[in-house]
């Protein structure tokens, strides 16, 4: 429409034709995929998306475009030639139009101006235009749409009526139907002032953010599963709660924005900034058996590359994994430079404790640290001397192992840190196959076994000492292999031995030279060792060498290690004591003070006469309380950064160089001397100098306010989108946006107080012609609610929603027909009981594979991309669903029993149901026909109870009095009718 406006205008009037109006959609449609930005699909050295290009000197040896002369312009002559000459070429089945070819000869000869594209601009701030009719604008908005109204000498339609209205407004506010009481209040006092204060009222409504969570939901790909194969649970339902949460709180969206990119980086964000980084965690994840997951990791960060172009830039990002973008100026290289941003943070799951269990623990570990302190001071008698004597008694079974300094530690992937006392740490990512080289100084003869000592640490899944976590049980690892090389020769290991092992996979599968086996020891949170002996006591050396390689068919890397050598001759034993402990038994009597102290902290562990003190701290340490969980995200450490990768046609298998962090080329960059992280990206993104962050936000929400944004394609606001039907409008609302501390909350309080927003969306016969799908906004919003908002109010008008907020995912009623087939069997959809059966459907439990159902046959999505705005179908199935579908027929069941409750008459009770799923009262035919209906419905059940026990659900042997039956069955096909009614589907 604003394309055809622009064209028309200009072919009446003989001006120079508008370059963004015209001219560049002409060229995008027809021309830029062979002679735009992407330079590996470019044709004959010929670039139409910059003038440089176009005014360039093609292979032909000919001009495309010579200012000022169309007639000796190649591509004036091309559009209408013959042949293999003709373009676009015949095989494109693309053609140009007259008018289009004129506009083009126009431009020419004008001149042939380039201007950059709109979006990538700085935001205006235009002053709401003059109007003849003064007195219909409510807000500087309706200045803006008046104008162009009056322009085209279209009257705007008259204000809804206000029963209509609160419906309209308590759906786009709350996502449910306003209750009768409130709408009869506003129809009996329908001025402004009441308007306003119905607006205010559901923008303080703590429902607000559960409505206006789930199209963010949408953008951010929530489930509760992990998608692909397996499609197994996740925990990222509090990312979600504290979407619900930050959006009733009215967190301005630049910090809305901040948090969730980079909360991990944001000073001070404590635990809420780990929670909102649970945006980029939505991504599915591939646990399918022997796939690669650093492959799968990528197909994760080109997800977030494109769900971050869209949500935040409305950009299709994606295009240019594989090539240079086709139409918009986004480089192949600028792609990857823009994943960088996102590619340095790793993936872990964080606890997420409630107030009352962070207290509760914080209580109880209090306890517990002055008992452990208080321990030895519980011992019975003379600590030092029992401690002797289990000293002496005990000092004959001690293994003398000296730990060993690593000089070097490399790996394939996970970074190896030295640190103190021989220890080795991994962290960063890891492989299927993980393969360990570290070297050791020299050795004097005589070493006899090697002992692995296998440790826990916070920073590793549960604890470790395994780095598993992506597959398989958290904090285990596999060794398949060891090989030790003394002086570069290899070492013959012909026993092992192993404190712990799991389902027997004993450390001597390591050294079976069988690649599917391998020491697991389980345990994870805790201490393990493997003991692995040589065939003969070993020379002197001046260097020894170790290759550990680890993997099963996922990922399972040791995370922390220590090795050490023992020279007795008497075999050692594989045991859980503290190497410190027992160095300090070796050592006996002749110890240090700190050999002293570990020995007595070991002793205090296993004295019998402590072992009631010791079970009165286990007993307190069972009390602590087991947080929830929820997916998130870290930075790596500084000195360990990941190396992003341009990828050959997006290839995870054609790596190619490293890039850097940077801003597309044709955007504003980093300010000058930002560190170029996850933080700098997301501040950029929310920065006055972003042109299109404000933009997009405000257009989504005015598209969901007014049925389509200002410019329609919500999810592009490139090349290939729309125009702006309204552009000083659009930026007139972004900067007000931003003016307004970014504040959502106000920004739909604008809008909804607008006269543009209170129109009614009756038809009118000049509007076919004049404003058919009313780009112009001359009356207003009428489409098909939302998936959710149909159960959501369905449940409501019945009484029966409930308004418990948060928590984990729900399982509403669905048919037991549908099946959830998974690699494993069907997923167990066990309807939830009580008031969880009847909780807003934000909260239905989201299995990618399977979606609900009812949400699906409505267009939800199912959460495996990323989706700006949702497709509207219309299918028999939608009606089918609506009169049989479980949750619909207990709703009708309940509007049934809400209606008979009702005091007077039938018909007193049919308008009653009627104004519950209507918000209005019916009109004397309506009642008349409807009250007729339940007459005939009564009857027919009336002699027919057993129709009459299935429709409610009863058993056959139910014993109700059929009268009563045959009531009660009337008035719930009532409420199926009802609910399939065009006018409780749809807002008007």
């Known amino acids: 429409m604003t394309a055809l406006f622009f064209l028309c205008a200009g072919l009446l009037s003989g001006q120079t034709p508008d370059f963004a109006g015209e001219v560049r959609p002409i060229l995008a449609k027809n021309c830029f995929k062979c002679h735009g930005p992407d330079e590996s699909t470019r044709k004959a050295k010929l670039r139409l998306d910059t003038r440089a290009g176009a005014l360039g000197l093609a292979r032909s040896g000919e001009h495309a475009v010579v200012p000022g002369k169309p007639d000796a312009s190649a591509l004036i002559e091309r559009l209408s030639a013959d042949g293999s000459r003709r373009m676009p070429p015949p095989a494109t089945k693309l053609e140009l139009d007259d008018n289009q070819k004129e506009i083009l000869r126009r431009w020419i000869a004008s001149g042939a101006e380039y201007k950059p594209h709109w979006a990538f601009q700085p935001i205006g701030r235009p002053t709401p235009p003059r109007v003849n009719d003064t007195a219909w604008p409510r807000t500087p908005v309706d200045s803006f749409i008046l104008a162009r109204l009056e322009a085209r000498g279209i009257r705007p339609s008259p204000v809804a009526d206000p029963r209509t209205l609160a419906r309209r407004l308590s759906y786009d506010l709350i996502g449910l139907p306003p209750e009768p009481a409130m709408v009869a209040a506003f129809a ?20 607000y953010g559960e409505r206006w969570a789930r199209p963010w939901l949408d953008l951010a790909r929530y489930a509760d599963t992990n998608g692909y194969e397996k499609d197994r649970t996740r925990s990222i339902w509090p990312w979600r709660d504290w979407v619900v949460g930050s959006l009733n709180a009215d967190m301005p969206y630049d910090r809305f924005t901040l948090l969730q990119l980079a909360g991990d980086q944001l000073p001070g964000a404590g635990q809420e900034g780990v929670i909102a980084t649970g945006f980029h965690r939505n991504t599915m994840i591939n646990e399918e058996g022997g796939i690669d997951p650093l492959e799968f990791r990528f197909h994760a960060m080109t997800d977030r590359v494109a769900t971050t172009g869209t949500t935040w ?15 918009d100026p986004l480089t192949h290289t600028g792609y990857y430079s823009l994943m960088a941003f996102l590619d340095n943070a790793e993936e872990y799951e964080a606890p997420v404790p409630t107030t009352a269990q962070a207290d509760k623990t ?29 000293a002496e008694k005990t000092r004959p079974q001690a293994d003398d192992w000296r730990v060993a300094m690593p000089r070097a530690a490399t790996s394939n992937e996970p970074k190896l840190r030295l640190q103190a006392d021989g220890v080795i740490l991994a962290e960063g990512d890891t492989t299927k196959v993980d393969i360990f080289d570290l070297e050791y100084g020299g050795e004097s003869a005589g070493v006899r076994g090697f002992r692995l000592e296998a440790l826990p640490d916070p920073s590793l899944p549960v604890g470790g000492p395994g780095m598993a976590w992506y597959e398989g049980p958290k904090g285990e690892f596999c060794m398949e292999d060891l090989k030790i090389w003394w002086d570069g020769q290899p070492v013959k290991l012909v026993k092992a031995t192993q404190s712990h092992a799991n389902g027997g996979y004993g450390a001597d599968k390591a050294i079976d030279a069988e690649g599917q086996t391998g020491w697991t020891p389980g345990h994870q949170g805790n201490r393990s060792v493997a003991l692995f002996f040589p065939e003969k006591p070993l020379p002197a050396a001046k260097k020894w060498t170790v290759k550990m390689s680890f993997g099963r068919h996922y990922p399972a890397t040791l995370g922390k290690l220590r090795w050490s050598v023992i020279r007795q001759e008497r075999e050692p034993a594989a045991r859980d004591m503290p190497h410190a402990a027992e160095q300090a038994l070796v050592a006996w009597p002749g110890i240090s003070p700190a050999q002293k102290q570990a020995l007595r902290d070991h002793f205090c562990q296993v004295a019998p006469e402590l072992e009631a003190a010791r079970k009165e701290i286990a007993a307190l340490r069972a009390q602590l309380p087991m947080p929830g969980s929820t997916l998130a995200m870290r930075e790596r450490q500084p000195d360990n950064p990941r190396a992003t990768r341009l990828r050959h046609r997006g290839e995870y298998l054609s790596p190619k160089e490293v890039v850097k962090p940077a801003i597309p080329d044709f955007l504003p960059p980093l300010p000058a001397g930002a560190t170029a992280d996850r933080l700098a990206f997301a501040r950029w993104l929310v920065s006055v100098a972003n042109p299109l962050t404000a933009r997009v936000a405000v257009n989504r929400q005015w598209a969901a306010l007014l049925g389509q944004g200002i410019i329609r394609t919500v999810d592009d606001f490139g090349l290939q989108g729309e125009l702006p039907s309204h552009p000083d409008l659009l930026d007139w609302l972004a900067s007000r946006f931003m003016d307004d501390g970014w504040s959502l909350k106000k920004l739909h309080r604008l809008i ?53 907020m948060g928590g984990p995912g729900v399982y509403p009623p669905q048919p037991a027909a549908i099946t959830t087939e998974g690699t494993y069997g069907a997923l167990a959809w066990n309807a939830s009981t009580g008031e969880d059966r009847y909780r807003r459907s934000l909260y239905t439990f989201a299995k990618r594979t399977a979606p609900f159902a009812q949400a699906l046959a409505f267009d939800a999505p199912s959460g495996e991309a990323c989706v700006a705005r949702r497709d509207r179908s219309n299918s028999p199935l939608q009606a089918l669903l609506l009169l049989n579908d479980p949750a619909f027929l207990e709703a009708a069941r309940g509007l049934a029993d809400k209606s008979l409750a009702q005091p007077g008459d039938d018909a007193s009770r049919v308008s009653f149901a009627l104004t519950r799923v209507l918000s209005r009262p019916p009109c004397p035919d309506e009642l008349a026909d409807l009250d007729g209906f339940v007459k005939r419905q009564r009857e027919r059940f009336a002699t027919n109870p057993a129709q009459a026990r299935a429709l409610l659900g009863l058993d056959a042997k139910d014993t109700t009095d059929t009268m009563l039956l045959a009531r009660r069955a009337a008035f719930t096909a009532l409420g199926r009718l009802l609910f399939n009614l065009d006018e409780s589907l749809v807002k008007r």
């Open 313 to 327: 830039l409305g950009l299709t990002l994606g295009c240019a994994q594989c090539h240079s973008h086709k139409y």
């Open 752 to 804: 909804t107080l607008s006269a543009v927003y209170r129109q009614s969306s009756n038809p009118r016969d000049e509007l076919a012609i004049s404003d058919p799908e009313n780009r112009l906004c001359s009356r207003g919003p009428r489409h098909r609610l939302d998936a959710e908002m149909i159960r959501d109010g369905a449940l409501q008008a019945a009484g029966m929603l409930s308004a418990r």
């Open 362 to 390: 914080r209580a109880l570990q209090a306890k517990i640290g002055a008992l452990e302190q208080g321990l030895a001071g519980k011992f019975p008698g003379d600590l030092d001397k029992a401690m002797a004597a289990w």
């Open 188 to 207: 009996a006092n329908p001025t402004g002032q009441a308007y306003e204060a119905l607006v205010d009222k559901l923008l303080a409504d703590p429902r």
